[in-house]
């Protein structure tokens, strides 16, 4: 059995670390935004090195509405400079993507992998639904390629029936 003063012991540490937990929780602070003057938790807010507080003066929603006005406003000029950035910088593009490709091969065919792992249900629905909507088309394609690989599709089942011969000897 425990005595009185080993209880009042064990109940002031524990008093003192649940004060200390209650000075390491910080409280959750609010800012008002400058655009729709709402008071918003400061989660609410993009980080801003360069402000004093830290954060940005204009909550995320205000933000995210002034870039969409800004972009709509401005379209076929932004979309004009994407162009002609895509025109002039091209081969410095491909050449990094390549290299990128090159350089990381294996853990991007990993990748693609455990991607195609996650959502193999999803893609066979969409591939499905592709064939259902252009049977026909696909149809076609199906039958330029055998006319196309004629010699090729000879040549596997010849290949087939050659293995299948010895297999079914053995």
């Known amino acids: 059995m425990k005595r009185s003063f080993e209880f009042d012991t064990l109940f002031s540490d524990i008093e003192q670390r649940l004060e200390e937990r209650k000075d390491s929780i910080k409280p959750i602070?609010?800012?008002?935004?400058?655009?729709?003057?709402?008071?918003k938790p400061i989660f609410k807010f993009s980080v801003n090195k360069r402000n004093l507080e830290g954060r940005t003066n204009i909550c995320k929603e205000c933000r995210s509405r002034e870039y969409l006005r800004y972009y709509y406003q401005n379209r076929e000029r932004i979309l004009i400079k994407c162009k002609e950035y895509r025109d002039t910088d091209k081969g410095n593009r491909s050449a990094y993507s390549e290299n990128y490709r090159k350089d990381n091969r294996e853990r991007l065919k990993k990748k693609a992998g455990e991607w195609?792992?996650?959502?193999?249900?999803?893609?066979?629905?969409?591939?499905?639904?592709?064939?259902?909507?252009?049977?026909?088309?696909?149809?076609?394609?199906?039958e330029l390629w055998r006319e196309k690989n004629k010699e090729g599709i000879k040549k596997y089942n010849r290949e087939y029936k050659r293995k299948q011969r010895i297999k079914n000897k053995n």
């Not at 602070?29 to 008071?39: I, L």
């Not at 959502?119 to 252009?134: D, M, P, T, V």
């Open 29 to 39: 602070k609010f800012k008002v935004c400058s655009e729709c003057k709402q008071k």
């Open 116 to 142: 195609y792992k996650k959502n193999r249900k999803a893609i066979k629905k969409r591939n499905l639904k592709y064939y259902q909507e252009n049977k026909e088309a696909c149809l076609a394609i199906r």
